[in-house]
């Protein structure tokens, strides 16, 4: 079964600070969609960045970078010189190729990232 | 605008009285969705579908009743709502179930006395 933990359940930084959620993944399948969304206080969710399996490149989109490594079945978001804008609790979520049981998304716990003025 | 809706946007009622939550989107999606999110638990799926008259359960359909008679509409129902069901639902649409981002509606807070 698809599973997705995000160990870190709340992250506190400064201002400025690079910051690093991680995000671990299972699946038996070689097909599968990696997913970042952002939550902010105002509650919607947005999304942030999808990645296929089949494409290990990591991606830099302004201060946001993603690590994708299928070695270790991570898939770690990053966000440099952080803002108090950032402050949100972030999810990581799998969607398997197959689609066996639940046809969807598994999301992880989520990250409440907390930046600091 | 390419948008997901859902009503009422916040509701309290009580046990037992039956309810629906609307969903709407206006992007021809095939693949549409609720998820509830709980403190602690993240969001887990109830319902989903793939198209017009199918739908299948998700990781927690349990209370739950869904239909898709048209494509852009896909309501919850909760039957007889319990304490238990008191969360903040998400409806979802997109392309395929599997490869594209999932649109997120902006959130229906329930809480059921």
């Known amino acids: 079964a698809q599973k997705v933990t995000q160990a870190q359940t709340e992250i506190s930084v400064v201002e400025k600070e690079d910051v690093t959620l991680d995000c671990v993944y299972e699946?038996?399948?070689?097909?599968?969609?990696l997913f970042w969304y952002k939550q902010p206080p105002s509650g919607e969710l947005v999304f942030l960045i999808r990645?296929?399996?089949?494409?290990?490149q990591n991606e830099i989109s302004g201060r946001y970078s993603w690590n994708f490594q299928k070695s270790t079945s991570s898939f770690n978001f990053t966000i440099t010189a952080s803002q108090v804008v950032d402050s949100a609790v972030y999810f990581c979520?799998?969607?398997?190729?197959?689609?066996?049981?639940?046809?969807?998304?598994?999301f992880g716990k989520g990250t409440h990232l907390i930046i600091q003025p | 605008e390419a948008q997901v809706t859902q009503n009422p946007r916040y509701l309290i009622t009580v046990t037992g009285k039956k309810l629906t939550v609307t969903c709407s989107q206006n992007?021809?999606?095939?693949?549409m969705s609720w998820y509830r999110q709980d403190p602690g638990l993240g969001l887990r799926q109830i319902y989903y579908?793939?198209?017009?008259?199918?739908?299948d359960k998700g990781d927690v359909p349990e209370g739950y009743k869904v239909s898709r008679k048209e494509k852009r509409n896909f309501p919850l129902i909760l039957e007889s709502p319990s304490p238990n069901q008191t969360s903040l639902y998400f409806c979802?649409?997109?392309?395929?179930?599997?490869?594209?981002?999932?649109?997120f509606g902006p959130g229906t807070r329930l809480t059921v006395t």
């Open positions: 979802a649409s997109s392309l395929s179930r599997l490869t594209y981002e999932q649109y």
């Open positions: 699946t038996r399948d070689t097909t599968y969609y």
């Open positions: 990645r296929n399996s089949f494409d290990e």
């Open positions: 979520a799998l969607s398997e190729g197959s689609g066996g049981g639940a046809d969807g998304l598994t």
């Open positions: 992007m021809n999606h095939e693949y």
């Open positions: 579908s793939m198209n017009v008259e199918v739908t």
